[in-house]
């Protein structure tokens, strides 16, 4: 449903989860609509434990009422303790920070977030990912010829 594309380019994943995400009915067909944006979205562990999706837009439904959602609220993630203990300390103490990488609904409706574990890229290593991905384009069209 989204996706957060630009996130594999600006960070080097380290670790993923897959969560499950509290939502609205609003959200919900706002989601089923296509109408999310993770491109700023981050996560964040609060000190009670618990894991919340911070600053992913979705878009009002327009056949909506009053009772319409806000478009950034913040969204609990429901995860397993444990992976979010485990997480905490890097999160703290070296400098990683928690992305989400997409939002989709599985086979049985429920919708999920993966959420990973991510540390910030240096403009060499943007640089030289974006030179591996060219050679591996030249590669291939050498070998189709």
Known sequence: MAEN???????????????????????????????????????????????????????????????????????????????MMKWQPQVRAKGMTIVPLEIYFNSRGLAKVIV???RGKTQGDKRQAAKKREHQREMNRAMRR
């Open 116 to 118: 990973a574990l991510v």
């Open 5 to 83: 594309r630009k996130a594999r380019f600006r960070y080097e994943i380290v670790e993923r989860l897959e969560c499950g995400i509290v939502l609205k009915g609003t959200e919900v067909k706002s989601l089923r609509k296509k109408q999310a944006s993770l491109a700023e979205a981050y996560g964040r562990i609060s000190g009670k434990g618990e894991l919340w999706l911070m600053d992913c837009h979705l878009n009002p439904y327009e056949a909506g009422t009053s009772q319409n959602h806000e478009p950034t609220r913040p969204r609990k993630l429901l995860a397993h303790r444990r992976e």
